[in-house]
Each structure stands twice: as C-alpha cells, then as structure tokens.
C-alpha cells in the first residue's frame, strides 16, 4: 500500500505542478497582452490611455460581452467612469457615455472620428450607399435623402402609414389567439417600406417571400467576412442577389415611366431628387439605395413598436391620458369602414378622417409618450466610430486607429438633466416643463437617432409611425399579457422581448374609446 500511495502523491504532485505552470503561463499571457496596449498609445501625447481591461488573449472581453449583454456596459461604467479601454471583436475599443463625451464624438464625424461599420455589412449593402459614404458623397447623398424625408414629403405618406398600422390592430384584434408583436411588427415593418417608402407592387405571397429573403439578409449582415460554403457571408450575398433580382424589375419599372409625373414614393423622389442635381444614378447604385432604405426602416422600427406596445401595457395611466388628448382633439373614435381592408374611413361615415403631420403635432403627450419609450428603450444601443486621429476626451487620450463606441442607453440612464428619476417611466419629463428644465444643454443627453452628420434622417417619420400606432392601439383595443410574467429584455443585436411579447388582444367597445376608460 505504501508505494501506491508514493504514487499517488507523485501524480497528483505532477498534476498540481502542471496546473500552477499553466495558470503562471495564463498570467503571463494577459501580463504580455496588456503592455501590448498599454505601448500602443501615442507618445506623442501625454495623456494616459482610459482605464479599463484589454482582457484575454486574442479574445479580449468578447465571452465576457456576450455573457452579459448590457449588464457588461454598465458594470465597467460602474468601476471605471464614462469612458473606458476594452477590447471588444478582435479590436480595441473606447467606450464612451455621457452627454458630453457623446457630443465630442458625433459631432466630431470627418475630423476625429468617421463611421466604422463590419466588413461584411459593407460588402453586403456595396459601396454605393450612405453608411459607406464619406466626405463629400456623403454630404451630397444625405441632401439627397433630406428631400426625401423633408416634411412636406412625409405628409404623403401619413394616410398611408396609418390605414396599414389601422388595419394591423385590427387584425390584432380579430385573431383570437396570442400575437408574438415584435414578430409581427417585423412583418408589418417591411410591409410599409417595401410598399410604401419603395412602391414595390407586392402581393401578400409576394411581400411574405421577400421579407424572409430580407431577414435572411440581415440576420447575416454582421457576419464574419469569409466567402466560403456556408459561411454567414455567403448566406447574405445569395439573400442580397436574391433581394437585388427582384429589385432590379422594379427600379426598370420605374425608370420607363413618365419622368414628369408627381414621385409617390421615397424611391421616386431619390431618382427625381438625383436627375434634378444631376446626378442620375445607376440601376445598381438604386439597387443598394433601396435596401439600405429597408434595412434603415426594419428592425429599429420594429424594435421601438414593441416596445410601444409593451410600455403602455405597463403604465395603463399613460393609455387613460392619451385617450383623454384624443377625445379633447375629437379623435376618440376608431374608424369602422377600415375594417374590411380599406385605408380609411368613407366620407359618409361620420368617422375622423386620416391624420396628417399638423393633426399628430397637436398631440403633444402622444409625442411626449412616444419620445420617452425611445429614451428608456431606444432600439439600437449605440454606433461605432474609428479615431482618425489622436484626440482628448474626458482627460484620456483616444488613440489614432482605435473603435471608439459612444453608448445611446447609457447616456440616457445617467443623464441627470431630468426632474424625475431616469430609470423611470414619465412622459411628461418632456413637457413644458421638462424642456425648461433641460435648456440648450440637454440636446446630447437624448440621442435615440444618434446626432451630427449621421444623424438619422428618418427620424421624423419613425416618430409619426410610433404615434400612430399609439392613436390606433388606444382607440381601438386593449390588450394583456398571454404570458405569467413580463418578458426578459435582449438588447443584441436589437432591443427586443426575449419571447417576442405574447400578448391577446380585443377588439375596444365604442363607448370606452370614447369615454377615455383605463385598460
């Protein structure tokens, strides 16, 4: 017995000796990766590098990202300030919140910094697009798309939006079964830009191939960019070849009719828009045009309805408030001849007639609403920038090279501008008295469309989505949760319900639409 167990001592010893040379190794990795960033700064400035960790070997803190979602952000917020060092994707990142720190960075776009999108989402979309853009073209293709969603262009698509967002909550309404919104707000999403923002002439069959062609698309656009057999990559180039096919027939369609008549869509106005500086664009740069108009539409949109949907649930408060607003602008009724199918009400029908621009302006808590539940969930949690120089910020220096990552949901749950707590729910943070609390300095503390020269342009008609979903919801339903408890929320790639929020819906009686009567 004696001798085995001197064996046994000597392999466990073995095994120990080897596990502590193994951890001194790991040590010394990170040890190595670490003054391997640490020396990347730039001597010629005598600002430290941020605080933070570069994390492991190659991977950095990805896993740890991954893992933690958002709680990853916030927890290095905690430990290291507003803006910290981390590695992130195979890069080195800055990530920075805070009005200021966020106000340097975008207002900084072609000086200091310039937009850092993947490989794989430019090859994906091509080169003819405005997120690929820089310099002047940039500047010339957003005047462009300006136009496009200038006001008075918008007020065109206003009646339109609102029969398809009318005739979705109805549908809602009669299924008798639990509706998953955020799948369905996909779904509608695509329908209204593709119909809609690109008048492409689809029927139902047709729009729901073209969708999943679409979503296969954009569920590969931030893919590793290897071309080979079954690579993400590969998925989304069939999917693009797939989405540009169809496209092609569609733009020749357009480009043969008459060149004089009135543009009804976003795409007639850019082929217009471009023959009137011109700068007349190729079926192909039309092609990326108008999936980028789609990708831009899809998923944020989506995103912001469901969340909607599901603060409104939670605060049924804010539900009794803005049918209170609709029945003082004597909108408190739904319309009933939309219900087999048409856009909107018939002139002899008694009912309110389709909304524009001006009417949804008058509803100022239905905007204060609709702007808070982008301020507590906006969509997209930030954006990526490259340094294109050595800059300061906050007492750092942010090195030539570097991602530098500016945190949307950050920013607004540490903005400190508001009366009321920022992680609460409270539209009227943006009334009257709200704006005065915040004066000209609370521009940078809101960001849910990002700011400065890649500001989202279509912002005004994202929000005028959102408000008519919230006219024709309130006045039309009430609704609650299929669901024991509330849904987690996943905040990658997008903000959205872990089960997709499973909700029943019923049809609203005329007289609590009218009597502005709570959930």
Not at 425 to 449: C, K, N, Q, T, V
Request: proline fraction near 6%; charge should be positive; glycine fraction near 10%.
């Amino acid at each position: 017995m004696f001798p085995w167990g001197l064996s046994c001592l000597s392999v466990l010893g073995a095994a120990g000796t080897a596990l502590l040379g193994a951890g001194l190794l790991l040590s010394l990795a990170q040890h190595l990766w670490t003054l391997r960033w640490t020396l990347s700064r730039d001597r010629a400035s005598a600002l430290p590098l941020p605080k933070g960790s570069m994390g492991w070997p190659f991977f950095g803190e990805t896993l740890h990202w991954l893992v933690q979602g958002s709680r990853f952000h916030s927890s290095r917020r905690e430990r290291y300030g507003t803006v910290f060092k981390t590695h992130l994707l195979g890069r080195p990142v800055i990530r920075v919140s805070g009005a200021e720190n966020v106000r340097r960075i975008l207002l900084g776009e072609h000086r200091l910094v310039r937009s850092q999108w993947p490989q794989s989402a430019h090859i994906l979309l091509g080169s003819h697009t405005l997120l690929g853009a820089f310099g002047e073209p940039h500047r010339q293709r957003r005047k462009v798309l300006a136009r496009v969603f200038s006001r008075g262009a918008l007020q065109r698509f206003v009646p339109r939006l609102q029969g398809a967002l009318r005739r979705e909550v109805r549908s809602w309404c009669a299924a008798r079964r639990p509706i998953a919104v955020y799948q369905a707000a996909k779904a509608l999403t695509f329908r209204m830009a593709a119909r809609i923002l690109l008048g492409l002439r689809l029927d139902e069959a047709q729009c729901a191939e073209l969708a999943r062609t679409f979503e296969q698309f954009v569920e590969n656009l931030f893919s590793l960019p290897l071309d080979v057999p079954f690579s993400g990559l590969r998925k989304g180039i069939r999917a693009r070849d797939q989405l540009h096919r169809y496209l092609e027939e569609a733009i020749a369609e357009k480009l043969r009719e008459d060149k004089a008549a009135e543009p009804g869509d976003a795409l007639d106005m850019i082929i217009h828009s471009t023959r009137e500086l011109g700068q007349e664009l190729s079926v192909q740069e039309l092609k990326e045009t108008a999936v980028e108009l789609l990708f831009a539409a899809f998923l944020t949109t989506a995103s912001a309805s469901t969340s909607l949907v599901l603060l409104l649930l939670q605060h049924p408060a804010a539900v009794a408030k803005i049918r209170q607003e609709l029945a003082a602008q004597g909108l408190g009724r739904a319309c009933g001849c939309a219900a087999g199918g048409g856009a909107g009400p018939r002139p002899d029908c008694g009912c309110e007639p389709d909304l524009s621009l001006a009417a949804l302006g008058r509803l100022r808590y239905i905007d204060c609403v609709v702007k808070e539940v982008l301020r507590l969930l906006p969509p997209v949690s930030g954006g990526y920038r490259t340094a294109l120089r050595t800059f300061e910020l906050d007492g750092y220096q942010i090195p030539k090279g570097w991602s530098v990552m500016y945190s949307i949901r950050d920013t607004h749950e540490t903005a400190t501008v508001y009366r009321s707590p920022p992680e609460g729910f409270d539209p009227e943070r943006f009334g009257a008295a709200g704006e005065d609390a915040r004066g000209a300095s609370g521009r940078f503390h809101y960001i849910p469309f990002g700011g400065g020269a890649r500001s989202c342009l279509g912002q005004e008609l994202a929000q005028a989505v959102l408000q008519l979903l919230a006219v024709e919801l309130v006045r039309t339903a009430r609704w609650e949760l299929a669901t024991p408890a509330f849904p987690a929320m996943q905040t990658v790639p997008i903000v959205h319900p872990a089960d997709g929020l499973r909700l029943f819906f019923h049809p609203l009686a005329p007289s609590a639409a009218r009597d502005g009567l709570h959930l």
